[in-house]
């Protein structure tokens, strides 16, 4: 068999089988005398339980809740901290909080008792958006201000400096708002016990962050648990921490019963009841001088419902994304993370960086338009270049590509004829945006907090790849292996790399924060390399840890220092045609440029770019998810529209070299950076085709009217 190499073009080693309908996932396996489950949920966003009423079990059916988890458990997922519970005790905090599990062999007589049991609330005013938070609606849910999380970046000079100085101060707020992730397999988990140890089976993200949320809850040490990750009809941040939801109350009911136990959600207690991306408030003062910007500060708050799960994390993204690609020599950014009595947010793609790099692109057009410039001649003046100071104190490590990555999509898209030619109001508009993301876990993480492992087995002449990252839908099984093919000089068919088992497998860390392919690629490249020297040497395994680069300080008790020490870049741009008369708009080209260091597999990045790119249309255009006096309005596909192939063009897309030293064949990660842009670009476009002016996403019709009629 000849050789893999990098720049080979490969079928996805996935594809067959997922075509074909031969892929097993969770939903599809079954186990002897295996018992199905539904959980109770509360009703209400805020209240006390008073009582609850029930009828008769019949033999073999249960109900499970917190007065169920063993001796020495404790009633907590362990996620960033330990303060969601496995089961609502005494209160409940949002609409779809677990109370319990009902267990049984049958599920239509599951769903006949579901809908019998009856919960009396006690019912109290639930604070559902970020200014009830603030305002401590109802009173407040955590502390005394309702303020979860916080923390600040800031360079030069104190701001009131600055804006004693200006000219003129531009003040604005801008807003985003829920986003469903929509993954084509809806959540589901089986609990099991095999050879005396707890199993868990899981359409999930991070099997590792799983068995440490729940080994506290079922009292058990980390080796008496499994987790094997099931294949994973897609995920997008949805399956990272939230699995443990499901797992948690699953093995609670498993050491009572010790019979195999199947949930599965349907769509509608998916997009009802598990989490979202956060919406965003984001409040700028930006201090002008001579025509230039001079300083911006910013308030940045996001929405993070009832537990923190992973919403610390995500509003550092945030905050260390809120100067996007641009140096501002001053800058003040502080954010909060707001409790409130809605489903608590989580990771989304882009985690954090969209709702930021959005609210400063939309500002930045504002100013332009209010400084009679084009948005882009605004955004060239204040390019990050190799050697910039970040947000954070650190600086720019690598060659910022951005100016030949513009040139390329304006001269594709013919943009500066058409910004000139489309007058603003005319229906017609081209818009663009510039964005970047941070590599891999934030200042210390990787480092400190994951300390990546990654093992290669080699039995005769073929080789298999034991790490904990896991193939969601993105081409991770794919890449890794041709990783691994290229660096040993062998076929691509030699090498295998399955779901992984968290007692076969070490810990490689999350698969999320755009870190898989440039960590975990390159210990599987590092020990790779070792293999291929010592080949003759019959089989045995080699181990690799994570080294991180020195000379790049972090300080993890302020956030100063080098963030990251990598970034993705893009650039968009959109261009549209709106009816006037229907407010109804027609995207008729997309053009975008990413630098990912180096592509491993140029048909995997085009795939992430279309989706990422498309996902993010959606964001701004259509995907209206409303949260209510605590409860969505939106349950199914039919109410939450996401875009299909009819509503978007076909993508003019080009990938930038320039490799990155410190990962694999000089690969960066690029999941997460194809999200961040096109919804500024798209909402530039719309702005300038009706001279309106949006301070808030998404867009629908029936939004841009509103926009309209405050012209």
């Not at 939801?245 to 509608?268: H, N, Q, S, T, Y």
């Not at 890449?479 to 290229?486: E, G, N």
Request: charged residues 25%; aromatic residues 10%.
């Amino acid at each position: 068999m000849p050789a893999t190499t990098i720049e080979d073009r490969i079928t996805r080693v996935d594809a067959k089988a997922k075509a074909r309908g031969e892929a097993e996932y969770v939903s599809d396996m079954s186990f002897p005398d295996m018992l199905y489950s539904y959980m109770i949920r509360s009703s209400i966003p805020r209240g006390k339980i008073v009582s609850i009423s029930m009828p008769e079990l019949p033999d073999g059916y249960y109900f499970i809740s917190a007065k169920d988890i063993p001796e020495g458990g404790k009633n907590e997922l362990w996620m960033i901290q330990k303060d969601w519970r496995a089961f609502a005790d005494g209160d409940v905090r949002y609409v779809g909080e677990t109370i319990a599990l009902l267990i049984g062999p049958d599920r239509r007589t599951l769903k006949f008792i579901k809908d019998r049991i009856k919960i009396k609330y006690e019912e109290a005013v639930p604070a559902v958006s970020i200014d009830d938070s603030i305002n401590c609606v109802g009173g407040p849910i955590i502390g005394d201000n309702n303020v979860m999380c916080t923390l600040f970046c800031e360079k030069g000079k104190p701001m009131d400096d600055v804006f004693s100085q200006s000219d003129e101060i531009v003040e604005e707020t801008i807003e985003t708002g829920f986003q469903e992730h929509v993954h084509l397999e809806t959540n589901g988990a089986i609990a099991t016990e095999e050879d005396g140890k707890l199993v868990i089976y899981a359409s999930a993200q991070c099997p590792f962050y799983i068995r440490k949320s729940v080994a506290s809850l079922v009292n058990e040490p980390y080796e008496n648990i499994i987790v094997r990750q099931t294949t994973t009809g897609g995920a997008f941040g949805g399956k990272e921490n939230f699995p443990d939801v499901l797992a948690g109350p699953l093995l609670v009911a498993e050491k009572i019963i010790r019979k195999p136990i199947k949930m599965i959600f349907d769509r509608e207690e998916d997009m009802l009841y598990s989490v979202k991306r956060h919406p965003s408030k984001i409040e700028f003062k930006t201090a002008i001088k001579d025509g230039k910007i001079t300083g911006i500060k910013a308030i940045v708050r996001y929405n993070v419902g009832a537990y923190l799960s992973s919403s610390f994390v995500v509003l550092q993204r945030g905050v260390f994304h809120a100067n996007g690609v641009y140096d501002f020599q001053n800058t003040y950014v502080k954010g909060d993370g707001m409790a409130t009595n809605t489903f608590p947010s989580d990771a989304f793609r882009g985690f954090g960086a969209p709702q930021t790099i959005f609210a400063l692109e939309v500002h930045l057009d504002h100013i332009a338009h209010r400084l009679g410039v084009d948005p882009l001649s605004l955004k060239e003046e204040y390019l990050l270049k190799k050697g910039s100071e970040t947000i954070t104190n650190g600086h720019i490590i690598e060659e910022v590509k951005l100016p030949e990555m513009i040139k390329n999509i304006t001269n594709a898209s013919d943009y500066w004829r058409k910004a000139s030619e489309y007058t603003r109001g005319s229906g017609k508009g081209i818009g663009i945006a510039l964005y970047n993301h941070g590599g891999a876990f934030t200042g210390n993480g990787e480092q400190v907090i994951i300390k990546a492992h990654a093992r290669l087995v080699k039995k005769g002449d073929n080789v298999d790849i034991q790490v904990g990252s896991t193939e969601m839908g993105q081409g991770f099984q794919t890449t890794l292996r041709k990783i691994a093919a290229s660096s040993l000089g062998i076929s691509i068919d030699q090498i295998t790399y399955n779901n992984p088992d968290t007692s076969k497998v070490v810990d490689s860390g999350p698969t999320a924060a755009s870190r898989s392919t440039m960590i975990v690629g390159k210990l599987v490249e590092r020990a790779a390399e070792e293999m291929k020297a010592r080949w003759s040497e019959g089989d045995f395994s080699v181990e690799k840890e994570y080294e991180h680069p020195e000379g790049f300080p972090w300080d993890q008790a302020t956030f100063r220092g080098d963030a990251y020490l990598g970034y993705g870049w893009g650039a968009i741009v959109v261009e549209v045609e709106v009816d006037k008369l229907t407010n109804e708009v027609k995207t008729v080209g997309i053009w975008s440029s990413h630098e990912i260091g180096k592509a491993i597999d140029e048909l995997i990045v085009h795939g992430q770019i279309n989706g990422g790119v498309i996902q993010s249309l959606g964001y701004a255009a259509m995907e209206k998810m409303e949260n209510r006096k605590g409860y969505f309005k939106q349950s199914s596909m039919s109410d939450y529209v996401i875009p299909t192939s009819m509503d978007f063009p076909k993508q003019y897309y080009h990938i930038q070299d320039n490799p990155y030293p410190w990962g694999p064949s000089g690969a960066k990660g690029m999941g997460e950076l194809v999200f961040n842009g096109a919804s500024a670009a798209y909402v530039d476009a719309v702005e300038r085709a009706l001279d309106i002016k949006v301070t808030k996403i998404p867009i629908p019709p029936e939004d841009i009217e509103e926009a309209l009629e405050n012209v």
